[in-house]
């Protein structure tokens, strides 16, 4: 049977899902110089905006700011919670329109998942004064099923809206697509 | 080192190579990587995971990577330089004992009203593949 005829009614079924956007989600910790130096710390980088007030106060951004390019480590979960809290946690993830999207999917048997890109626009500087970052997310597109290398699976594109806790300003925003795929072919 | 403050936005050449760079990866490198991305997937700490998820080794997250992309540039934009944008793709694992080099072209200028832009193209050869991540990137100078 073709991956067409056998997968006939996933768009549909995941059709009012798309575009949806979950609640908003706060990063575990606000920003703070402690995480941007251990970011710049990781890669030796010495941009004197992330590390000297008195240089990143005279400069263009008037203040010590973030590598915008931290984004995504700036967001990390907590990597351990207290079991008290994990089940919200968990039945927040699992609630939202990606969820229920992630869900269907597995439910075909596309339960791996790679990042294929990502792709991240920065739109103002933001840094240690903007307390924590809040991120709004949603499925934007996900392809028909196709036969890849990995094995048989689908293309899913989300994008995160990310806003800064003070003054709700929106800073940046990521598009990425990942390959949910059920592990059927080579390994990557 | 020093990182200069600017580098002026009308003395960029599009066709311009940046100073070639490299950087050693070794398991410390690792390790700074799990305590600046806060990342605790396995896959790039231990490596008997990493091997039975088909990996040759633990190896670096993309948010290592972007780290490391985003130093290059500013360095050589100066430090009042802003990225703007940044895509990134990895085709191929950063373990211990690789040496990555970085290379980065100039590939676009424009004015886009008040921003003056400068679009770069890197890769990063890890030893095995020249282009184990490619990115693009769009920074503002002033």
């Known amino acids: ?8 009614g996933l768009a549909d079924e995941l059709a009012p899902y798309i575009g949806e956007y979950a609640p908003r989600v706060w990063s575990a910790y606000p920003l703070e110089t402690t995480a941007i130096h251990q970011f710049c710390g990781m890669v030796e980088d010495a941009n004197p905006v992330y590390w000297r007030p008195d240089v990143a106060e005279a400069s263009r951004f008037g203040r010590v700011i973030a590598p915008p390019q ?7 979960d907590a990597w351990w919670l207290p079991e008290y809290l994990r089940g919200d946690v968990e039945q927040a993830r699992t609630s939202t329109p990606e969820g229920k999207i992630r869900a269907i999917l597995a439910g075909h048997g596309f339960t791996t998942v790679t990042v294929v890109e990502r792709e991240e626009e920065y739109f103002e500087p933001f840094g240690p004064e903007d307390g924590h970052m809040g991120r709004d997310r949603r499925v934007t597109a996900v392809s028909p099923v196709k036969q890849t290398k990995v094995g048989t699976g689908v293309f899913m594109t989300y994008e995160i809206e990310y806003h800064t806790q003070h003054n709700e300003r929106l800073v940046a925003i990521a598009r990425n697509v990942t390959l949910l795929y059920d592990g059927t072919g080579a390994k990557p | 080192m020093t990182v200069r403050p600017r580098i002026p936005w009308d003395e960029v050449v599009v066709g311009n190579k940046l100073e070639p760079f490299t950087f050693d990866v070794t398991y410390s490198t690792l390790a700074k990587d799990v305590v600046g991305t806060r990342d605790l997937y396995r896959i790039h700490h231990d490596p008997p995971f990493a ?5 040759p080794n633990i190896f670096l997250n993309t948010m290592w990577y972007q780290g490391l992309i985003g130093r290059v540039v500013t360095e050589w934009g100066g430090y009042e330089s802003f990225l703007r944008k940044m895509s990134i793709k990895i085709n191929s694992h950063g373990c211990p004992g690789d040496t990555l080099r970085v290379g980065a072209t100039v590939v676009g200028r424009e004015r886009v009203e008040d921003r003056l832009l400068v679009a770069l193209d890197l890769t990063i050869d890890n030893g ?5 991540v490619v990115s693009s990137v ?3 100078l002033v």
């Open chain 2, 51 to 55: 091997q039975e998820n088909g990996a």
């Open chain 2, 138 to 140: 769009k920074v503002e």
């Open chain 1, 1 to 8: 049977m073709e991956l067409k005829e056998k997968y006939a």
């Open chain 1, 70 to 76: 931290g984004l995504m480590a700036f967001n990390i």
């Open chain 2, 128 to 132: 095995r593949r020249a282009d184990a």
